[in-house]
């Protein structure tokens, strides 16, 4: 199941309840801690256009997000942690309307990334199956080798949503996976 979106961009701005990110790279990098451990790209676009789909989407219960912005010399990093909703990307500028939690991007004119938490949302879009089913043909997955996980050579260059192979380390009783 992924864990994390992350969307990276060239500078953030939060101004009240709107999020603004310029810049946004094309790609987006998906994380995923189990089954496999493994990590791929999703167009940041298809992202977007799964956030309203299905009964239990982004669009009907927002994520948690934290965004993390630099300033130009470096000297600073400012956070802030906020409640993502309604997503608009026009060429290369997203904005989000948001909730913030706490923190803040002033000083923050240098680049910054977005980790969007979906760990506990096993129904949304951009879930196990979700990916699978919608975003396969259009990611590209990097999942772990047949050093890791002796099943590895049988997984779909996707998460394959109906057969979970719990692996053979990890979990007690077995040794820690390396």
Not at 84 to 104: A, N, Q
Request: net charge negative; with cysteine; aromatic share 12%.
């Amino acid at each position: 199941m992924p864990s994390l979106i992350v969307m990276n961009s060239q500078g953030a701005s939060l101004d009240g309840s709107k999020l603004t990110l310029t810049g946004i790279a094309a790609n987006s990098i998906v994380f995923a801690d189990r089954p496999v451990r493994a990590a791929g790209h999703a167009l940041t676009e298809h992202l977007l256009e799964e956030w309203n789909v299905g009964d239990d989407s982004f669009g009907k219960d927002p994520p948690n997000a934290t965004v993390s912005a630099f300033s130009k010399d470096g000297s600073a990093i400012r956070d802030a942690v906020v409640v993502l909703k309604s997503p608009v990307l026009e060429g290369t500028t997203l904005t989000f309307d948001v909730d913030v939690l706490e923190g803040s991007l002033a000083g923050a004119d240098g680049a910054a990334s977005i980790f969007i938490d979906i760990i506990g949302r096993p129904l949304t879009p951009l879930s196990y199956a979700g990916v699978a089913r919608r975003t396969a043909r259009r990611a590209a997955w990097y999942g772990a080798g047949p050093y890791y996980h002796p099943y590895a050579p049988y997984y779909h260059p996707y998460y394959h949503p109906y057969a979970p192979v719990r692996p053979l380390c990890g979990y007690p009783p077995y040794p820690p996976c390396y």
